[in-house]
């Protein structure tokens, strides 16, 4: 089944770890700013991935913040493999937060570990992985 909006909207949601659950849908959206752990992979999830989700201004019925994603500046654990994802990963410096002068987006600076294997991805790696800093897995 999909993720019932009841638990995307948790406010201080730190941990949300459902590996190999069978669930569908298309990539979850949160509204924690404390979202620490975020780990999807062994799903059915699938499309694209929101262009606004690394840090894009975006507005909805209940304004979360600046950005559209705010949990992702405290996330240390993102892992989305083995779905069925597919378009290009969003992080090639239009989020607010880039910094052309460095070449850095600090949005995802607490990134440890990032896993989009096994999905469906195309074009090019973007510099923004070089550059971060706490990343210790990719």
Excluded: W
């Excluded at 948790?10 to 590996?19: A, H």
């Excluded at 849908?25 to 992979?41: E, Q, V, W």
């Amino acid at each position: 089944g999909e993720i019932p909006k009841s638990v995307t909207d948790l406010p201080f949601l730190e941990i949300f770890e459902v590996t190999s659950n069978d669930l569908i849908g298309t990539f979850p959206r949160f509204i924690s700013d404390t979202l620490r752990i975020l780990d999807i992979s062994k799903n059915r999830f699938h499309g694209t991935l929101p262009a606004d989700l690394f840090g894009h201004y975006k507005y909805r019925e209940k304004e979360v913040g600046k950005y559209f994603a705010p949990y992702l500046s405290n996330l240390v654990k993102l892992d989305m493999s083995h779905n069925g994802f597919n378009g290009t990963i969003p992080l090639d410096g239009r989020s607010e937060t880039y910094d052309p002068e460095t070449g850095f987006d600090p949005t995802l600076r607490n990134l440890q570990y990032f896993d989009i294997g096994y999905n469906m991805f195309s074009g090019t790696i973007c510099n923004n992985f070089g550059l971060m800093a706490s990343l210790e897995g990719l």
